[in-house]
């Protein structure tokens, strides 16, 4: 059975494509390309505004082609700037694909890994909130993707229209020791704490790598 696994590359905005290309040259059936934002680690460079545009890259790679894929990104990226951004990987255990679902054999198989990437999605505005409360309670930076709910029925609307509301995704990947507190830290927040205002979950990680130059 073929396994499959989940590269998350973030990196300074416009550099996404090149991060594909590179893929798509070691193997990759290619990837795609997000727009987000990055929160500095410390809360003072947060206060003053100083977030960047980043991209973020997802992409779906075979088991076998992934250390090749991993590494075709890791030397595209040694001779740009220093703090390029980070690339992890993630396990898939189901894939559809052309209106075929793929059940795999897990990918890496991790059991007990350094990290772990913590996923928060909520209402437009709160992601900086939450970064706050995850920085508090020993995580670093994260990365803010806008995005959107789906409306369902009996959401409120307007002149007869549903409402779909703004959302944000903050990714933050954290040390395995401090993710129980941050996740602690994320659900306490007054933001979330109505139905339908948002999730949070997390996923174990692997091969965690800074890009750029060293």
Known sequence: ???????????????????????????SFGGTVLSGRGISPSAMAALLGIDTKKDVV????????????????IESTKNEKKH????FVSNVDSLSRTGEIIKTDGGCGMTET????????????YADDAMAAAR???????TVIKARGT???????FFGVQIVPEKEMLLI???????DAVMSA??????????????????PVSQFHLLGKK
Do not use: R, W
Request: glycine share 14%.
């Open 84 to 87: 390029l951004g980070c690339i």
């Open 1 to 27: 059975m073929t396994g499959y696994e989940l590269l998350i590359t973030i990196v300074s905005a416009g550099k996404g494509k090149m991060i594909v290309q590179s893929a798509v040259k070691a193997g």
């Open 173 to 179: 990947v954290v040390d395995h020791e401090k993710k």
């Open 136 to 142: 508090k309670a020993g995580a670093g930076g994260g």
């Open 58 to 73: 997802f992409i779906v790679a075979e088991s076998e082609k992934k250390e090749l894929i991993l590494n075709a990104i």
């Open 114 to 125: 350094p990290n772990d990437l913590i996923t928060v999605i909520l209402n437009s505005g």
């Open 151 to 157: 409306a369902k029925e009996g959401d409120e609307s």
């Open 186 to 203: 994320i659900q306490n927040l007054e933001c979330l704490s109505q139905p339908g205002s948002g999730i949070a979950f997390s996923s």
